[in-house]
């Protein structure tokens, strides 16, 4: 039963973003994925990839801006 105990801890912000990351760019290990299945709450990561395919656009905008500008 200690690893139910060990597997109700939530991850750190650091674990969140690399997740979000790799999952982003679909090199997400499998381990990794498991991990977020069982100890992370939906939510968070559903928000987080929110905000990280936001600023993904404004970032591909304002590069393309620059790059077209006059």
């Given amino acids: 039963m200690s690893n139910s105990s ?27 994925r498991t991990r977020d299945f069982e100890q992370g709450n939906p939510l968070v990561f559903i928000i987080g990839g929110i905000v990280f395919t936001l600023l993904f656009i404004i970032t591909i905008a304002s590069v393309i801006g620059l790059v077209l500008s006059p």
Avoid: E
Avoid at 6 to 32: C, M, R, Y
């Fill in 6 to 32: 060990q597997n109700k801890q939530k991850p750190s912000l650091i674990a969140l973003i690399k997740s979000i990351l790799a999952a982003a760019i679909g090199v997400q290990s499998d381990k990794n």
